[in-house]
């Protein structure tokens, strides 16, 4: 059975949501992130970048969530348009991969979780995160998906980060985004979508963000207090 490590973070939740789709059996395998669970020997012998989300596929080992998903998506033959959308599906997932996910990352980061409040830092990803939000917004207008009427492995990369909307941008950015909404909650509808959702009910993932966990999720922290 193909072996899924996971905690709730965006990246991890679109690969859970694409095996629902899906329906691989996979068994989910818990790593507590604010525990430091990603720097154990055992994980980064499967992903020495010490991140989540990794697949155990038979002798297959796949890290990084769009690898993760190209890979499966290429594997059962779901959700991966062929003909022309596919140039359109893999540049709008590098999109997603190398910009909506790394300047919402990092805007969360400066706003909510910095030792320290950097405005400069704060600036800029909030000012990059919007950005390519908006671009986002402004193509989904008349398509009810990614790729127009289709539904692809595209439409789940983008709502693992755009569950992620409101703590990054506040709840307000909905007004600014209503397309983006619009996919948002039609995924959710989603029974696929509910059930990776549920995985929040099946582990206890530590909730504090203490000293332990800042030193365990950054850790320049931790070199930096050595």
Known sequence: MLKFYYSLAPNPMKVALFLEEAGLPYEAIPVDTR??????????????????????????????S?????????????????????????????FVASGIGPFTGQCV???????????????????EAWRHWKI????????AWMLGDVYSVLDMAVWGWA??????LGAEAWEQLPHVKRLLDAVNERPAA??????????QFKA???????RAMFPHLARGQA
């Not at 890979?71 to 348009?81: C, E, S």
């Not at 509910?194 to 582990?203: E, G, N, P, S, V």
């Not at 504090?208 to 800042?214: F, H, P």
């Open 35 to 64: 525990k430091g669970e990603q720097h154990l020997p055992a994980f980064t012998a499967l992903n020495p970048n010490a991140k989540v989300p990794v697949i155990v596929d038979g002798a297959t080992t796949v890290f990084d």
């Open 208 to 214: 504090e963000m203490d000293e332990e966990a800042r």
């Open 194 to 203: 509910q059930r990776a959702a549920a995985l929040k009910d099946k582990h």
């Open 66 to 94: 769009s690898a993760i998903l190209l890979y499966l998506a290429d594997k059962t033959g779901q959700f991966l348009p062929a003909g022309p959308d596919r140039g359109a599906l893999l540049s709008w997932m590098m």
């Open 163 to 168: 569950r992620a909307v409101p703590f990054a």
């Open 136 to 143: 986002i917004n402004e193509h989904l207008a008349g398509k």
């Open 109 to 127: 980061h400066f706003k909510h979780y910095a030792p320290e409040q950097v405005p400069y830092a704060i600036q800029r990803y909030e000012f």
